[in-house]
């Protein structure tokens, strides 16, 4: 045991390392750069852990104390461009530019953020740049030649696509890219011959699939069409334009079932698709099931009030299911839109009559034979219904065709480190992340599951200042919140240094490791811990939460590159400290597993998460995590059935790894 006084003062040098690069970093130089590169290590950790708004703040700490460092503004153009502001990133890799030139990721993320403000040229001055430092980055070259694709300069896109390919012969991308521009140049010959050499190098990009049936399509070649859009939705089935494009090939080879099966798909993939609600609508009244065909057509009016198509369309299923009133208001607005639309007068008379207003009928009537006789062929010529319409197309003789896009674009692909979730650049599957203390509680209608342990629920009846909670994924928190905590801190560091007895001051202590450790400051709240243990070395929650620190520490580092060897034995020191005082603890046999299925332990993994879930066994995550350790142990139906259970008790991501490892 320490004494009280010594306590104090060393937690009052850990508070004051904290403060000092927030309040006091112009009057102290000698320590400015230490606190700096903490701020953005800190900054960059949360960055990491998706705590985008989080880190903003400590990169601007950082730029407040050292302007001139091109790394603060960087990391916080990184954040931005993850929270969609690509106009501010744009501005912060402009000042990181300024500070430091010869930094290639600065012009890479600058010129993604002016692709998605559409400044083509532009950004090709910055792909340019940064292969004058970088010329063997093929990410480069790729996003400068589609840069000049959407400037339309398709001569100089060519000629970089063969420098390309000079280089990489094996890139199979650059064929496609090739591809495109033929076909913008409408060389359909040289397109294919491009997309075919593509998918001989790689059969498994869904893009190139669906790029060759395009041109398929566009030939009138449904069935060879199809097979391709089959072959795309394999590889990439959450795509709904591929779904779409398959239904109109199926249309086309009177498969209507198939195809409306496509659009169901696209429309529960993206509910608001115009395409899917409007071709939808009108092969269910091919079909006759006219009360949904209504359904559709109303939806696609909410999106396009004055879309005369779907209004006469909607019109004629309604003077079908007996609704004349309805009718006649859409027939109306069609036709005083296109006054000499036979067809629609026809119709709208009809409902005149079914109604016995005979007058208002007769003047449609008379309005058609008037017509007729003033043309000079009387019959009105019929549109095969294979025929298709595109999107802009406004002719109302066209009521009853497919709706196409205007124009099939290739949806670019940009090659990014900055996309998706940071986590994931480094592994294709991730564990479910171990259990921790936090003041939120994370639950929802999904995932319901309420963790629960006695010491943590007899720590939350000792210490009434704040309760604190167990769950395996920290909520990001926003400047509302992350002020609060800011001034929690400043209140419980005052609270320490005023308190007189042990037993109060590891209560805070505790307190404060868990809102720093909810700030991403996971070394203050290791040193806090740290403290604790020294006055109370019994403790199963500091042994637990400074485990938890200690491993998303690792986690960042080895992101980086950092041998974590080392930290990861204390980890594992401390999880095996805190079970000797909490041997019937589920969720710290839990954690310790996770540490061994990262080491690829797989034996030791799945005896710890046995354990667990012998204790509690509706832990979602343990069920997750011993399916993933025991396929990547090659006992793939066992992993299976573990997340199937996952997903049975609200994990509903165990579901996509489940259809994985079953097509495989």
């Given at each position: 045991m320490i004494n009280t006084r010594e306590l104090v003062s060393r937690i009052k040098g850990i508070r004051l390392l904290f403060l000092l690069p927030f309040y006091f970093l112009t009057f102290l130089p000698l320590h400015a750069q230490y606190n700096t590169d903490r701020l953005v290590m800190i900054g960059r950790s949360a960055l990491y852990y998706e705590d985008y708004v989080l880190s903003i703040q400590y990169f601007n700490q950082a730029i407040s104390a050292k302007p001139y460092l091109y790394e603060p503004w960087f990391f916080r153009g990184v954040?931005?461009?993850?929270?969609?502001?690509?106009?501010?990133?744009?501005?912060?890799?402009?000042?990181?530019?300024?500070?430091?030139?010869?930094?290639?990721?600065?012009?890479?993320?600058?010129?993604?953020?002016r692709i998605n403000q559409k400044k083509y040229a532009e950004a090709i001055e910055d792909y340019t740049h940064a292969l004058r430092y970088n010329p063997d980055n093929q990410g480069l070259w790729h996003n400068r030649i589609l840069c000049r694709i959407n400037e339309k300069d398709y001569e100089r896109g060519l000629s970089e696509i063969d420098t390309m390919l000079t280089h990489w012969s094996g890139y199979a991308r650059a064929y496609s890219m090739q591809a495109?521009?033929?076909?913008?140049?409408?060389?359909?010959?040289?397109?294919?011959r491009s997309l075919d050499k593509s998918l001989e190098l790689d059969p498994y990009d869904a893009g190139i699939w669906a790029e060759r049936a395009v041109i398929s399509l566009a030939r009138q070649k449904w069935s060879e069409g199809e097979g391709y859009l089959t072959k795309a939705i394999h590889l990439q089935p959450k795509n709904p334009a591929y779904y779409i494009n398959r239904a109109m090939a199926r249309y086309n080879q009177n498969g209507l079932r198939g195809a409306m099966a496509d659009y169901d798909t696209a429309l529960d993939l993206?509910?608001?698709?115009?395409?899917?609600?409007?071709?939808?609508?009108?092969?269910?009244?091919?079909?006759?099931?006219?009360?949904?065909?209504?359904?559709?057509?109303?939806?696609?009016?909410?999106?396009?009030?004055?879309?005369?198509?779907?209004?006469?369309?909607?019109?004629?299923?309604?003077?079908?299911t007996g609704d004349?009133?309805?009718?006649?208001?859409?027939?109306?607005?069609?036709?005083?839109?296109?006054?000499?639309?036979?067809?629609?007068?026809?119709?709208?008379?009809?409902?005149?009559?079914?109604?016995?207003?005979?007058?208002?009928?007769?003047?449609?009537?008379?309005?058609?034979?008037?017509?007729?006789?003033?043309?000079?062929?009387?019959?009105?010529?019929?549109?095969?219904?294979?025929?298709?319409?595109?999107?802009?197309?406004?002719?109302?003789?066209?009521?009853?065709?497919?709706?196409?896009?205007?124009?099939?674009?290739?949806?670019?692909?940009?090659?990014?480190?900055?996309?998706?979730?940071?986590?994931?650049?480094?592994?294709?599957?991730s564990y479910q992340p171990m259990y921790a203390l936090s003041f939120q509680s994370v639950n929802d209608d999904v995932h319901s599951y309420i963790a629960f342990d006695r010491e943590v629920d007899?720590?939350?009846?000792?210490?009434?200042?704040?309760?604190?909670?167990?769950?395996?994924?920290?909520?990001?928190?926003?400047?509302?919140?992350?002020?609060h905590y800011f001034e929690y801190l400043d209140s419980v560091t005052v609270a320490i240094g005023e308190a007189?007895?042990?037993?109060?001051?590891?209560?805070?202590l505790m307190l404060r490791a868990i809102a720093y450790s909810a700030i991403q400051n996971f070394d203050s709240a290791i040193d806090d811990l740290s403290t604790l243990l020294q006055i109370d070395p019994t403790s199963t929650l500091a042994y637990w939460q400074r485990a938890v620190c200690q491993a998303r520490i690792n986690e960042f580092n080895a992101s980086q590159g950092t041998n974590i060897?080392?930290?990861?034995?204390?980890?594992?020191?401390?999880?095996?400290?805190?079970?000797?005082?909490?041997?019937?603890?589920?969720?710290?046999?839990?954690?310790?597993?996770?540490?061994?299925?990262?080491?690829?332990?797989?034996?030791?993994?799945?005896?710890?998460f046995n354990c667990a879930l012998e204790l509690d066994a509706n832990i979602p995550e343990a069920w997750y995590n011993r399916g993933l350790v025991y396929i990547y142990?090659?006992?793939?139906?066992?992993?299976?059935?573990?997340?199937?259970?996952?997903?049975?008790l609200g994990l509903y991501s165990a579901y996509s790894v489940i259809k994985k490892y079953r097509e495989k």
């Open positions: 954040a931005k461009f993850y929270l969609d502001d690509f106009r501010g990133a744009e501005s912060d890799c402009t000042e990181a530019i300024e500070r430091n030139p010869y930094v290639v990721s600065c012009y890479e993320l600058r010129g993604l953020c495109e521009i033929y076909l913008l140049q409408k060389d359909t010959t040289s397109a294919v993206d509910p608001n698709n115009f395409l899917g609600h409007y071709n939808r609508g009108l092969l269910r009244a091919q079909v006759g099931d006219d009360n949904r065909g209504i359904e559709d057509f109303n939806f696609v009016l909410k999106l396009e009030p004055n879309n005369l198509m779907a209004l006469f369309n909607r019109a004629l299923l309604l003077e079908q004349m009133r309805a009718a006649i208001r859409d027939y109306t607005q069609v036709i005083n839109e296109f006054p000499n639309f036979w067809f629609g007068l026809q119709h709208r008379a009809a409902c005149y009559r079914r109604l016995g207003n005979t007058k208002a009928a007769e003047l449609d009537e008379f309005r058609i034979l008037k017509a007729q006789m003033d043309k000079r062929f009387g019959k009105q010529t019929r549109l095969s219904k294979k025929q298709m319409r595109r999107k802009s197309d406004t002719d109302p003789e066209k009521y009853n065709q497919l709706v196409v896009a205007d124009e099939q674009e290739v949806e670019h692909e940009y090659k990014s480190d900055y996309r998706g979730r940071v986590q994931n650049r480094k592994v294709e599957m007899a720590f939350n009846h000792s210490s009434r200042s704040h309760k604190i909670y167990i769950g395996a994924s920290q909520p990001n928190i926003n400047e509302r919140s992350m002020k007189k007895g042990d037993r109060k001051v590891v209560s805070m060897d080392l930290k990861s034995a204390n980890v594992l020191s401390d999880l095996c400290d805190a079970l000797k005082h909490s041997p019937n603890n589920a969720y710290l046999y839990y954690n310790r597993g996770c540490l061994y299925a990262m080491r690829k332990d797989y034996q030791h993994a799945a005896d710890d142990s090659g006992k793939t139906p066992e992993g299976i059935s573990d997340l199937s259970k996952a997903g049975e």
